[in-house]
């Protein structure tokens, strides 16, 4: 692949956008190798765990200029619908039962962010930079990002962000919650790995099961959790993972 490089840690695969020239911007070709690139990971019994990183200096600049720039002058909503396409490269992400780590080594700009925002947890080096940037260019914030950066930061620290144009480095990010860790730049990937291996131990199926399980709860009330628990661990005590042990 051109805009996808794939490595192996173990259980765990690191997978870099690579598009220097444009700053790791996503455009339609790397949009299409993201996807192809979880299906055969996801298909891959021997992978646990997914981190996402960058060529350097950048994490991802965001959607292609010019594939913006293309829609911005389409005749009518049917054909801005095409703008969906963009959405796919983080989504794809997003959606995969795999645990996904985003190890932020610089600029995560717009749909950039929105990558970093689709993976599970963020891991951020000193010299990244989350910037929404979306307002600023005459953007509304799109593929969801509203929706995940509030309920990564709250409400005041997401309106800062996108409507006041506030960016955040790496401790910043941390600071508040917008990465769980950060560490010196020439750490980033070791502590990505690191952190994803604990999650690659989890059997492949529970960690899907959980990750589904919390997503769903977004949007229920707690005895509705409380419930939709109770039928997947119960489903989970009789897959032989958990050995049980008696009291007696």
């Known amino acids: 692949m051109d805009h996808v490089r794939v490595a192996r840690h173990d259980a765990v695969a690191v997978v870099t956008l690579v598009d220097v020239e444009r700053r790791n911007a996503m455009t339609a070709p790397m949009v299409g190798e993201i996807g192809a690139t979880f299906d055969a990971l996801e ?7 997914v981190v996402v990183t960058g060529e350097p200096p950048a994490f991802c600049s965001g959607a292609d200029v010019s594939s913006l720039g293309a829609l911005a002058g389409a005749r009518d909503e049917r054909e801005r619908g095409g703008i969906a396409s963009i959405y796919e490269g983080f989504l794809r992400v997003r959606r995969s039962p795999l645990p996904t780590v985003a190890a932020v080594n610089g600029p995560a700009i717009g749909a950039g962010m929105n990558l970093a925002l689709a993976c599970d947890v963020r891991v951020a080096a000193r010299g990244a930079r989350f910037d929404p940037r979306f307002c600023r260019i005459g ?5 969801g990002h509203t929706w ?5 930061v709250g409400p005041q620290a997401a309106a800062a962000m996108v409507l006041f144009g506030e ?6 990010a941390a600071a508040v919650g917008l990465a769980w860790r950060c560490v010196a730049d020439d750490v980033l990937i070791a502590a990505a790995v690191e ?3 604990r999650a690659a131990q989890v059997p492949r199926a529970l960690a899907a099961r959980v990750k589904q399980t919390m997503a769903a709860g977004r949007a229920l009330d707690f005895d509705a959790v409380l419930a939709l628990e109770i039928e997947a661990q119960t489903w989970s005590l009789g897959q032989g993972w958990f050995p049980g042990r008696s009291s007696h």
Not at 43 to 49: I, L
Not at 139 to 143: E, V
Not at 148 to 152: D, K
């Open 43 to 49: 298909r891959d019994e021997s992978v646990g765990a």
């Open 139 to 143: 953007l509304h914030p799109g593929g």
């Open 148 to 152: 995940m950066l509030e309920r990564s």
């Open 167 to 172: 960016a955040l480095d790496g401790e910043r």
């Open 195 to 197: 952190l994803a291996a």
